[in-house]
């Protein structure tokens, strides 16, 4: 297995010698507005650029789309991928968006599990920012709130666990206690909106602590970190925890199991 970090929440899998790209977001440095609802809105994103050309990150086997959101699929990716690569979704939304963008095979991930060249793929909850307050907003201002992580199991490889965009909440505990997972990747730069006091949408340092806590036996991977508008976590500030367990790549850093 290699786990290659390209930017943000996009990274490339190779599992079971096929290679997935995850949510590419393949658009230039500081291309967008950050976003209005996000903490630090005045900072245009993504704030890096891709380590490598948009030709070697479209070169897979496969897509994964956790979900769509603006940072995690763009008209970059729409128009560099081969519209007959299979792309995997979370729901019929999404499918029906990655449809409309002239993608030919597409597949929704089911909590049962899919198959796929040796692999079985199984879609995991989130909760993307706490439900009880992130979900209603979303429908107020008619953005989607659900978001998917996918375990990855093969006979030939450790048992991966991509958590997708999630804070450290029941669902992610309940996903590690049922597949016992040996390498997990988090979304890690407590993206924060201004609701409220400020609620994260994915996991902060205290959620970062608590999930290396509870799964003490798993490699842990810190991954969406330093390029969204909105973060509050940067890659210094996990490594500075000094967690034993936790791994940060940096951009374009290939980590192997």
Same mark, same amino acid.
């Given at each position: 297995? =290699?786990?290659?970090?390209?930017?943000?929440?996009? #990274?490339?899998?190779?599992?079971?010698?096929?290679? @997935?790209?995850?949510?590419?977001?393949?658009?230039?440095?500081?291309?967008?507005?950050?976003? %209005? /609802?996000?903490?630090?809105?005045?900072?245009?994103?993504?704030?890096?650029?891709?380590?490598?050309?948009?030709?070697? /990150?479209?070169?897979?086997?496969?897509?994964?789309?956790?979900?769509?959101?603006? &940072?995690?699929?763009?008209?970059?990716?729409?128009?560099?991928?081969?519209?007959?690569?299979? @792309? @995997?979704? *979370?729901?019929?939304?999404?499918?029906?968006?990655?449809?409309?963008?002239?993608?030919?095979? /597409?597949?929704?991930?089911?909590?049962?599990? #899919? &198959?796929?060249?040796? #692999?079985? =793929?199984?879609?995991?909850?989130?909760?993307?920012?706490?439900? %009880?307050?992130?979900?209603?907003?979303?429908?107020?201002?008619?953005?989607?709130?659900?978001?998917?992580?996918? /375990? @990855?199991?093969?006979?030939?490889? +450790?048992? =991966?666990?991509?958590?997708?965009?999630?804070?450290?909440?029941?669902?992610?505990? *309940?996903?590690? &206690?049922?597949?016992?997972?040996?390498?997990?990747?988090?979304?890690?730069?407590?993206?924060?909106?201004?609701?409220?006091?400020?609620?994260?949408?994915?996991?902060?340092?205290?959620?970062? +602590?608590?999930?290396?806590?509870?799964? +003490?036996?798993?490699?842990?991977?810190?991954?969406?970190?330093?390029?969204?508008?909105? =973060?509050?976590?940067?890659?210094?500030?996990?490594?500075?925890?000094?967690?034993?367990?936790?791994?940060?790549? &940096?951009?374009? %850093?290939?980590? %192997?199991?």
């Amino acid at each position: 297995m =290699l786990i290659h970090q390209i930017r943000s929440a996009t #990274i490339i899998i190779t599992y079971n010698n096929k290679k @997935f790209l995850i949510d590419p977001w393949l658009m230039p440095k500081e291309y967008m507005d950050g976003f %209005e /609802i996000g903490v630090n809105s005045n900072v245009r994103q993504p704030r890096v650029d891709l380590p490598i050309s948009i030709n070697e /990150i479209v070169d897979v086997d496969a897509v994964i789309l956790t979900h769509f959101h603006p &940072d995690h699929f763009d008209d970059f990716a729409k128009d560099a991928l081969n519209k007959d690569i299979p @792309f @995997f979704v *979370q729901s019929n939304y999404d499918m029906d968006i990655i449809k409309d963008s002239g993608f030919k095979n /597409i597949t929704i991930i089911s909590e049962k599990g #899919i &198959d796929f060249c040796g #692999i079985k =793929l199984y879609k995991t909850p989130c909760q993307h920012g706490k439900k %009880e307050i992130l979900e209603p907003f979303c429908k107020k201002i008619d953005l989607p709130y659900n978001a998917m992580g996918v /375990i @990855f199991e093969s006979d030939n490889e +450790k048992k =991966l666990y991509l958590a997708g965009d999630t804070i450290f909440c029941n669902e992610v505990r *309940q996903t590690i &206690d049922k597949y016992k997972p040996e390498v997990i990747i988090i979304n890690a730069c407590g993206a924060t909106v201004k609701i409220g006091k400020g609620e994260r949408l994915i996991m902060d340092l205290d959620d970062i +602590k608590a999930i290396s806590d509870y799964a +003490k036996n798993a490699t842990i991977i810190a991954s969406h970190m330093d390029t969204v508008s909105h =973060l509050t976590v940067t890659r210094d500030d996990v490594k500075n925890l000094n967690i034993a367990n936790i791994l940060v790549p &940096d951009d374009n %850093e290939i980590l %192997e199991f």
